[in-house]
T-cell receptor, first 114, second 112 residues
């Protein structure tokens, strides 16, 4: 058990809808990362937060947004969903988000767009 | 965008054999190279990591070999076991406070 909790585990919705994925980092970790995993693209970094502030941005679509709250949990919001957004979404956390610190992953949210 | 190229895409190894997964990174000063192991239905978990000032790192049956001049690094799993069957991801971090760049993964199957 990594200590990172993601909810929900599965989400099925339709095109055009909006969903929110939630992540609780390991106790004591200040940094949260979001990744998208699809079969053909592997793990794609979306965005990183550290202590409530955005630290780094990757290949995150404008339809997607995220935030980290004062209690350090994070939410990833996906809107105007398209079929191609179907994927596994992982959250990871690390102590301070510095280079070389290991990232601990949750078990992901499987998003299926019908 | 910085890339890490991983091969093979899939690998089948006999129990007791050696599993070898290779990764290459592009023209940049990567400073940290972790390997992650992912079982079905689970998130990736850090397996072993190396920095470029070291040519080899061993932890139990898992060894990372690093060739800085060739910009290549590899994971060797000695005495492979069916329980090692998983997807393995290599990654690299461009120097500075930048996120990890992952390879596309290798699905390893160890058969008895």
């Amino acid at each position: 058990d990594s200590g990172v909790t993601q909810t929900p585990k599965h989400l099925i919705t339709a095109t055009g809808q909006r969903v929110t994925l939630r992540c609780s980092p390991r106790s004591g970790d200040l940094s949260v990362y979001w990744y998208q995993q699809s079969l053909d693209q592997g793990l794609q970094f979306l965005i990183q937060y550290y202590n409530g502030e955005e630290r780094a941005k990757g290949n995150i679509l404008e339809r997607f947004s995220a935030q980290q709250f004062p209690d350090l949990h994070s939410e990833l919001n996906l809107s105007s969903l398209e079929l191609g957004d179907s994927a596994l979404y992982f959250c990871a956390s690390s102590v301070r988000g510095e280079p070389g610190q290991p990232q601990h992953f949750g078990d992901g949210t499987r998003l299926s767009i019908l | 965008q910085q890339q890490v190229k991983q091969s093979p895409q899939s690998l089948i190894v006999q129990k007791g054999g050696i599993s070898i997964i290779n990764c290459a990174y592009e023209n940049t000063a990567f400073d940290y190279f972790p390997w992650y192991q992912q079982f079905p239905g689970k998130g990736p978990a850090l397996l072993i990591a190396i920095r470029p000032d070291v040519s080899e790192k061993k932890e139990g049956r898992f060894t990372i070999s690093f060739n800085k001049s060739a910009k290549q690094f590899s994971l060797h799993i000695m005495d492979s076991q069916p329980g090692d069957s998983a997807t393995y991801f290599c990654a690299g971090r461009p120097s500075g406070n930048t996120p990890l760049v992952f390879g596309k993964g290798t699905r390893l199957s160890v058969i008895a």
